[in-house]
Nanobody, 118 residues
Framework: QVQLVESGGGLVQVGGSLRLSCAAS????????VGWFRQAPGKEREFVAS????????NYADSVKGRFTISRDNAKNTVYLQMNSLKPEDTAVYIC???????????WGQGTQVTVSS
């Protein structure tokens, strides 16, 4: 299956920016959909953004529309999440995921912590 490793998290001030990276290995992603989820302490995992690898079709949660951008580098087999205008509510562990066509999200990274100070 696909192995996913996130990086790029950290501590940032309100209004700041971060770019998260998710490096994929084990398989090519041409037939996959990739995405980002987040989970804050005591809360359920929340969908953030996703895209089809080959076509670039994107989808975003309402809470991040206009602020976050998902993208990928085909040559590097890497998916990114550019996060701008960060808010304290964005504080969470951000998790990269992948799935094939209509299957469940069944490939998950370990997560990277993003903390937005108020």
């Amino acid at each position: 299956q696909v192995q996913l490793v996130e990086s790029g998290g950290g501590l940032v001030q309100v209004g700041g920016s971060l770019r998260l990276s998710c490096a994929a290995s084990g398989r090519t992603l041409s037939n996959y959909r990739v995405g980002w989820f987040r989970q804050a302490p005591g809360k359920e995992r929340e969908f953030v953004a996703s895209m089809s690898w080959s076509g670039g079709t994107t989808n975003y949660a309402d809470s991040v529309k206009g602020r976050f951008t998902i993208s990928r580098d085909n040559a590097k087999n890497t998916v990114y999440l550019q996060m701008n205008s960060l808010k304290p509510e964005d504080t969470a562990v951000y998790i990269c995921a992948a799935r094939v066509n209509s299957a469940m999200w069944n490939n998950w990274g370990q997560g990277t912590q993003v903390t937005v100070s108020s």
